[in-house]
């Protein structure tokens, strides 16, 4: 069964930085897109940013320039760099990914991992 499994959420002090993991496993031909979405208490999941196979990347506006995706089609991974986080990119943050597996695509979501910017 496809999974994703994201990794390096926790507590950052606001002006830090950090790096969440997203790996794909089960049974993967090819992955497509990937994505890094999040949701803040009490408002809905916005797009973070998206990045292609070949590596072509989206951000959400707010995001731009503070935030960087990246993968590795190797590993099946994708990454989010996060630079000088605020209070308010405290959140959820989910992984999305377009997988091709067993002949079939399919959309699938990470269970997400906590990022919290506090002082």
């Known amino acids: 069964q496809v999974q994703l499994v994201e990794s390096g959420g926790g507590l950052v002090q606001p002006g830090g930085s950090l790096r969440l993991s997203c790996a794909a496993s089960g049974g993967i031909f090819r992955i497509n897109s990937m994505a890094w979405y999040r949701q803040a208490p009490g408002k809905q999941r916005e797009l973070v940013a998206a990045?292609?196979?070949?590596?072509?990347?989206n951000y959400t506006d707010s995001m731009k320039g503070r935030f960087t995706i990246s993968r590795d089609n190797a590993k099946n991974t994708v990454y989010l760099q996060m630079n000088s986080l605020k209070p308010e990119d405290t959140a959820v943050y989910s992984c999305?990914?377009?997988?091709?597996?067993?002949?079939?695509?399919?959309?699938?979501w990470g269970q997400g991992t906590l990022v919290t910017v506090s002082s």
């Open positions: 999305n990914a377009d997988i091709n597996t067993r002949g079939r695509w399919v959309e699938v």
């Open positions: 990045i292609t196979r070949g590596g072509s990347t």
